[in-house]
């Protein structure tokens, strides 16, 4: 297949733990057209050399990795190495892998998109390829603490606060003809993965992947611990490509969104009287979470 098959997806990511199982899960169903990446868990080098780090231990060394934007559209990249590690792989270095794409990180774009990382490429498209934008038929976000507390501050997730001036153009400038769905926070934190529920997902993958994931999860678990979550890990961005390529059943509303770029930054509301051409999005409000893992096993270790 090639990259503009209409059944192959880009991933624009910030990998990261979670992403790390995006990566495999969206390798592994065979849905992956190219990869993209943006600064956020770590840095935008960072992420383009963890998204080769685990595409190449996984299978997939035919599908291209670019490095996206550097920083933010409007400030200074903030990262989250407390959250993710020093690498942005828990207690893995992945090391100096070469990651370089033929091609730029805008040229691997598609019709059907996926972000789980901060919105800035997403913004900076619309910016410069207008016409290339408004021709894409899926979007996909992880981000936005709607109507539910922040990960980040009290009101604002991650994804949206690294980047908020991204997300507000995004959500005010959406491609006319897309389908858009957002994954917030809300429904993607109760999608975990711990200890028990890793083992077999590890022995299914082998490898060095394989005997790498406990260590790399170790981090993650080790941070939800410490902020009273438990031994456990949500894993939004795995959960999110599930959504976007339809493994399970899921419920939506729609909703115009506006993001605060100010005192509230991050902070994701509903526009109550949306100017025209402020488009709503189909924001996830619940997911069957068992069948969720169910599907990802099923596709890492298909019978």
């Not at 998109?113 to 900076?124: D, H, K, Q």
């Not at 858009?180 to 429904?187: A, H, S, Y």
């Not at 419920?251 to 994701?268: I, S």
């Amino acid at each position: 297949m090639s990259l503009h098959d209409h059944s192959l997806l880009v991933l624009d990511c910030d990998p990261g733990i979670d992403d790390a199982f995006a990566l495999i899960y969206m390798h592994k169903a065979g849905l992956l057209g190219a990869v993209t990446t943006t600064g956020g868990n770590v840095g935008t080098q960072q992420t383009a050399i963890n998204a080769r780090w685990v595409l190449d231990r996984v299978g997939g060394a035919s599908v291209p990795v670019a490095p996206g934007e550097p920083k933010p559209i409007a400030r200074e990249l903030i990262t989250t190495p407390e959250t993710h590690g020093e690498f942005g792989l828990g207690y893995v270095d992945p090391g100096p892998e070469v990651w370089a794409s033929e091609k730029e990180w805008p040229q691997l774009w598609g019709k059907r998109l996926i972000v789980t990382g901060p919105l800035t490429n997403v913004a900076r498209f619309r910016q410069r390829y207008p016409q290339r934008y408004a021709e894409i038929e899926e979007l996909t976000i992880m981000g936005g603490a709607i109507d539910y507390p922040g990960n980040t501050t009290d009101h604002a997730e991650w994804n949206i606060w690294v980047d908020p001036e991204a997300a507000d153009d995004v959500f005010r400038h959406l491609p006319p003809r897309a389908q858009v769905t957002l994954c917030p926070l809300g429904v993607t934190e109760g999608f975990r993965i711990d200890p028990e529920r890793l083992a077999p997902i590890a022995a299914a993958l082998g490898g060095e992947l394989g005997e790498k994931l406990p260590e790399i999860m170790r981090f993650y678990w080790e941070f939800h611990r410490d902020h009273g979550i438990g031994y456990t890990a949500q894993i939004h961005d795995l959960l999110t490509c599930l959504i976007a390529t339809d493994a399970v059943d899921y419920d939506v509303e729609k909703r115009a969104l506006t993001v605060d770029t100010g005192e509230d930054r991050g902070a994701v509301t509903t526009v109550t009287d949306p100017q025209p051409g402020h488009l709503p999005v189909r924001v996830l409000t619940g997911v069957d979470y068992e069948a969720a893992h169910a599907v990802f096993f099923q596709t890492i270790a298909p019978r």
